[in-house]
């Protein structure tokens, strides 16, 4: 059995892990909240926009924009793809980084098997929030692009046009031909899940996953059948609300990242606090039957030592 001073030892060891892990779980609660609700309030905005965006194309069906344009590879030419990924800058946060860097290397990996298939060149090129993604997937030996550099730390929506201004500057370009977006997206506080939009050429899809329906249909702005005309023209103005669609998927990004992060931390430091109670209850029991040998055998000595006086 342990001696009583190492098992006191061990209890103050364990209750001062607590006390930071239960630190550290209310923090990131706090975090959580506070990001989540900055989505919210801007929410509607980037709603209504994507709503606008498919009612142009809906009505419009000759709307020309790059945006909207997949290139075409001959044999032989090569796809440039940019991974826009989003990891945190901490650990303790349970399998959150892992498991958004896994699914991109399998992206990667599956884009450069279809392509071979095709008779297609890739070219990846990952621009990676955060440090813990960056240095993995550069140990991996990946294409990180070194001078993108970007904390995913309480992101604000002048980051997110930042990056964005990026993603058209090299897509119109050519320098990227695809530009996906790689995050985790918060279904709830107990569910997470690691996901990849293609941003760039816009996907419909992407689209409607913003409206809150998710089905493009619900809280339509304008009813079926009517006409509305846009000035200068449509394709002025769905060239106006590309780049607000950009802004707020980067943005709305940034923001579920953020928050799927806090709470992936919060669950990880919960379940340290929970092991670390279990811990203390053990080592209690622990203690109290050491200080229990302890006496007994201290009154056997006394017993033992009377009875040779006696002697």
């Not at 201004?165 to 119109?172: G, N």
């Not at 709830?188 to 493009?216: C, E, F, K, Y």
Request: hydrophobic share 40%; glycine share 6%; aromatic share 8%.
């Amino acid at each position: 059995m342990e001696q009583l001073f190492d098992i006191k030892k061990r209890i103050r060891s364990v209750n001062d892990i607590r006390q930071m892990t239960r630190a550290m779980q209310l923090v990131s609660a706090a975090k959580m909240r506070k990001s989540k609700s900055q989505l919210d309030r801007v929410f509607p905005f980037f709603s209504l926009c994507a709503e606008s965006m498919l009612e142009i194309q809906r009505s419009n069906k000759d709307i020309d924009n790059p945006y909207f344009t997949l290139r075409k590879k001959k044999h032989g030419e090569t796809w440039r793809i940019g991974y826009f990924i989003l990891t945190g800058d901490q650990g303790l946060a349970g399998a959150y980084n892992h498991n958004v860097v896994r699914i991109a290397e399998e992206h990667i990996r599956g884009k450069v098997l279809d392509n071979i298939n095709k008779g297609l060149k890739t070219e990846s090129t990952l621009y990676v929030f955060g440090s813990v993604g960056r240095d993995k997937l550069a140990r991996d030996s990946y294409p990180v692009d070194k001078n993108f550099s970007f904390p995913i730390t309480e992101p604000t929506y002048y980051q997110a046009r930042a990056v964005a201004d990026q993603i058209r500057h090299k897509y119109l370009s050519g320098e990227l031909d695809l530009v996906y977006l790689v995050y985790t997206k918060m279904e709830s506080s107990i569910s997470m899940t690691p996901v990849i939009q293609r941003v760039v050429p816009v996907n419909t899809d992407a689209l409607r996953s913003i409206l809150p329906s998710g089905d493009g249909e619900v809280g339509m702005a304008l009813e079926r059948g009517a006409q509305l005309e846009y000035h200068p023209s449509p394709d002025a103005v769905f060239s106006f609300l590309i780049d607000t669609y950009l802004n707020a998927m980067l943005y709305g990004a940034m923001v579920e990242a953020y928050a799927s992060e806090q709470t992936a931390r919060m669950t990880a430091m919960d379940n340290a606090t929970r092991n670390a109670d279990d811990m203390l209850e053990d080592l209690t029991i622990k203690s109290n039957q050491a200080r229990q040998a302890r006496i007994t055998n201290e009154l056997i000595e006394i017993v033992n030592g009377a009875n040779q006086i006696q002697k």
